[in-house]
Each structure stands twice: as structure tokens, then as C-alpha cells.
């Protein structure tokens, strides 16, 4: 039977962090590391434990036995401000509340690990990396990168213009993007190729739109001129380091999901930081082909992600 917990974590910056714990209580495995799900930009951990007509990736992860934790970080979902500030970046999401969030799993889990495995989503990806190379006694197991970025070999034209003036995106709230997406999801999904290069109606129960927003966040201004800034460098930096370089040193086992039609992230910026790490076990799943095209978000969402993403995944961590 699959049970879901909450836990508060504190991240001693005045804000605190929602932790969620999802497991099977026959199946878990006790003697496996417990799973981190990390989220990404504009975005809350509410799509890790739904699905729009199938399984969950929390709830096929716990049913192969994992404990899994997906993390609100501040400004996320059941996150909650206590007397902090609005004005972070991503200095302070990784070395803090990364930080908060592993020490929070590993203090509240069943299992005797001192290490946890992450699953890093686009950003939240970049930011595992940025904390691998960050924080030396990380307690890092296995890494998982879903779409995530280091250096931006390749960027969307569209990405690139949005993002183009760092000081312009860092003076400008964004407001009111989760009642915009509920809005113009169902206008858009009339209209495939241009949703195309973050998901796909086709393969969408769209039907479930007013359920799929639930996971969109208004963009920290602070962070998107920290984007900006990492956009027009190529390289990430966090806490003074270019973590670009720094993957050289982190040996962590890599898992690497590819979408091969994400316009977000495309592939060749996807792939960099598996080329470029230093671990001996870097292994990489390619999902989609011409004829079934898979996004950015079609890897969580989709129809076929449960048994093109959700399924690999774990074989990978189990072995």
C-alpha cells in the first residue's frame, strides 16, 4: 500500500522547506538509499506524485520498493516563508536549501543510508551538480539528470531572447503564471507545435489541465537574472566556483534521460555534463523517436513515460 508523508525542514534562512515521503510499506527495500527528487524552474513538486492517467513517477519508484522524497524548495509549493526573504538565487537554492533537503531525508528516513540518490529535473539537475561540485562532504549516492543543463552549448531562440538581458529579467515580477497557464494550456494544446517543444497534446491527457498547472510557480526575479547571467557566460556558476569545470572531480554514478524532442534543453546541452564528468559509470537513456516525439515535460507526464521513463530509471538504480 503506497503512503504518503510531510515533513517541515527549516533551512535557517527564514523559510521552510516541504519534504514528501512516498512509500510502499511491503515493498520498500531498507537496505537501498532513499531517492531525492529535486524540481526545476517555474515549478513544484506536485507533478512527481501525479499523473494524468497512470502511474506517478513517485508511485511507480515507491512500488519498486524505494523511499522517495520529493522537496519543495523556497518559493515552491508547500514551502512556507517564516520571516524570509524574497530576494535569493541560486547560491542560496543550492547551498542552502539542497543542503536542508538532504540532511532533511536522511533525518527522517526508514532506512539505515548515509547517502541519498537524486533525481535531478531540469534545473534542479543543475543544481545536483552545482552541489556535487559545491559542497565536498555532500553525502551524494547516484545522480539522475532529466533534462538538466551545465553549460548551454545549444539554447531555444526562444529561451535565449527571454533571457536576454540579465539586469531587465532581474527587475521584473513575474506574477500570476499558474492562473496564465490554466488559462492558455487548453488554447495552446489546439495548436501542438506550439507547445511542442515542452510537451506533447497527442501524448497528454489535456483533459487533466486544471490538475497539471497545480505544478507551475511564479519564477523568482533574483533567479532569472541568475539564469540570464549563466545563459550569456555558458558556463553554471554557484558559490564562486564554475561548476562546468568542477564536474571533472565529481565520480558520483550518472544516469543521464534525454527527451529527444525537448526544445527546453536540447540535446546537445542536455549531454554535456555526462561527457564532461568524471565518473566511471556514466550510462545514458535516449527516450522517443520520430514518430513519437518526447519533451521536456512528456518525460513525467506522458503517456509512455512510465514505461520509456519511470521503469528504466529505476532498473538503473536497482542495479
Sequence with gaps: M???????????DGWVLSLRRTYDDEALDKARDPLLIVPGYGMNSFIFGFHPRGTSMEGYLAGRG??????????QGKSRRDGGSMKYGLDDLVMTDL??????????????????DVIGCSLGASMMFAYAVCVPDNHLGRMVSMGGP?????????????????????????LGTRRLASA????????????????HPQIVDMSQAEQLVRTVENPNRHVNKDIARWIKSGDL?????????????????????IANADGIVPRETAIW???????????M???GTYSLPIAHADMFVSDHAPELVFQPLADWLVG
Excluded: C, M
Design 184 to 199: 492558455a494550456l487548453p488554447l495552446l494544446s489546439r495548436a501542438p507545435w506550439l507547445l511542442s517543444i515542452y510537451l
Design 237 to 257: 556558476f554557484v558559490d564562486g566556483k564554475n561548476v562546468s569545470e568542477g564536474l571533472r572531480a565529481v565520480k558520483n554514478p550518472l544516469l543521464t534521460v
Design 273 to 283: 555534463p555526462h561527457l564532461n564528468i568524471g565518473s566511471e559509470r556514466r550510462d
Design 66 to 75: 524505494f523511499e522517495v522524497w520529493s522537496v519543495d524548495l523556497r518559493g
Design 150 to 174: 551545465v553549460r548551454w552549448v545549444r539554447i531555444h531562440p526562444v529561451l535565449r531572447a527571454a533571457f536576454a538581458s540579465p539586469e531587465l529579467v532581474g527587475k521584473l515580477p513575474i
Design 2 to 12: 503506497i503512503r504518503i508523508e510531510h515533513h517541515s525542514a527549516p533551512n535557517g
Design 285 to 287: 537513456l535516449e527516450v
Design 99 to 116: 543542503f536542508t533537503a538532504i540532511h532533511g531525508v536522511l533525518e527522517h528516513t526508514a532506512t539505515s543510508a548515509q547517502s541519498v
